[in-house]
């Protein structure tokens, strides 16, 4: 007799639809049953030193993705599409990554190719990405749902990660201190020096 086909949860979310500056980092999550939530929150909610520990615990102990759309895309596009695109390609990454076994968890004889009925998507927000899963959204549930919290996790990590090499190659505009985010230190440098070379120039500042 067949066995119930297992329904795993993939968590989509993304860091970076606010800043002038840099790309938007969307991750893609699933977390095996034995996963310690307890470490995990809202990205936002977290430190940044446990933001940090937890996600070295969940690229060691989980399944995921995750891709950066640059400033250029998501001022072609606007950032709410290059932010669905961000969580698309983070699909791809984690789906290639599966294909290659690199689950450390008991699920590595499932297959992705199951289709929806064995693995089901959530996303922060009000829009659903490109996926071809069948997907779900729900605003605020990168509170509310560990797998949507480790990819919120992922994400804002890989972001800040990724403006912080941006500091170190234009120091003059701050970036280590506020990541591109429009605050008034941010605004101001920019009318002081004109864009930087990772400007969203769509974007009012």
Known sequence: MDSKPLILTVGFDEAGRGPLAGPVC????????????EILNDSKKLSEKKRLSAE????RDAMWGIALVDHKTIDE???LEASMLAMR????????????GSMSFELRSLSLSK??????????????????????????ADGKYP?????????????????????KK????????????????????????????????????
């Open 115 to 140: 289709g929806p009925q064995s693995i089901t998507g959530i996303t922060d927000g009000t829009r659903c990405p490109d996926v071809p899963i069948e997907c779900r959204c729900e605003p605020k």
């Open 89 to 100: 390609l983070a699909w791809e990454d984690l789906e290639k990554r599966f294909s290659v």
């Open 170 to 205: 234009y120091p003059e505009y701050g970036y280590a201190r506020h990541k591109g985010y429009p605050t008034p230190e941010h605004k101001k440098i920019c009318r002081q020096l004109g864009p930087s070379p990772i400007q969203r120039l769509s974007f009012k500042y």
């Open 147 to 167: 797998c949507v919290m480790a990819a919120s996790i992922l994400a804002k990590t890989c972001r800040d990660r990724f403006m912080l090499e941006m500091d």
């Open 26 to 37: 969307a991750s893609a999550v699933i977390l095996p049953p034995d996963f310690p939530v």
């Open 77 to 79: 596009i606007n950032i």
């Open 56 to 59: 070295e615990v969940i690229k």
